[in-house]
């Protein structure tokens, strides 16, 4: 196993919980976690019958666990954990993954001008994004510290949330269609929040072991995107191209294992040097 080069990045045995699991960024840091020998309950809306088939991972020692979970609903989040503690006990790593976001391909009605995007749209992205994360990053810290344990607790932001979204790489939308795609502004308010919600917590649960960061990734190559909007994308970015989902992993690893025991409330930044600029 791969912690047994360096049992510093060793995240085995431990009982983590992964938001959004099944998405593009949050398979592979449930793939990593439980190929490390970690035990890990993945949650989504909806159920999962088989999270092993769906990842595409063979799990004979049992260390995988679907939860289903709406983030946005406490008593939801509480059940879910409340499933995994009678499962494998309380959780000591929890990636808050969950979010929503606005593409290229979406309809105008959700991405057009700030001066008239839609408050209900804003207040659901923001629900997700932000309260979602309130709540899940709650539900887990409760229990560590009525457990006396510390833990790790990841909050997934993004580069809009660090800096604005370059309105320019979209503008061929206009040009091709005649309808113009602004990147909304509720994804870039919900996401800035992450960072003192991490901050917070990271200093109000210091003392009881439990450490908070954040994780800032940039964007994901992903086959079903415009070819202009990748090629747009990839001018601005210093390194020359998007990233791969699984390129995240390595800085999960470390945020999750004890090679970070001494780092709380910071953000690590992995964007191939997108807020370089």
Known sequence: MPEALDPLFS???????VTGGFGQIGAEFVRSLHERGARVAVTSRSEVAD????????DPEGRLLAVEMDITDQASVDAGFDRVMATWGVPTVVVNNAGIDTQPSAPPEVSGPFEEFPVDVFREVVDTNL?????????????????????????????????????????????????PFIKPVA????????YNLTRYCATYWGRAGIRVNTLTPSGVRRD??????????????????????DEYNGALVFLASDASTYM????VVVDGGWTAW
């Open 11 to 17: 995240v085995r045995d431990k009982v983590v919980v």
């Open 51 to 58: 999270p092993a088939a769906r990842l595409g991972l063979d």
């Open 131 to 179: 309260v979602g994360t309130f709540l899940v990053t709650q539900a887990a810290g409760r229990r560590m510290r009525d457990a006396g344990l510390g833990g790790s607790i990841v909050n997934v932001g993004s580069i809009y949330g660090m800096v604005s979204p370059v309105q320019d790489i979209y503008a061929y939308k206009a040009e091709d269609t005649g309808i």
């Open 264 to 267: 709380t409330g910071s953000n």
């Open 187 to 194: 994804y870039s308010a919900a996401k800035s929040g992450l």
């Open 224 to 245: 079903t995107q415009d070819a202009k909007f990748q090629a747009n994308y990839i001018e601005r970015m210093p390194i020359g191209r998007m990233a791969e989902a």
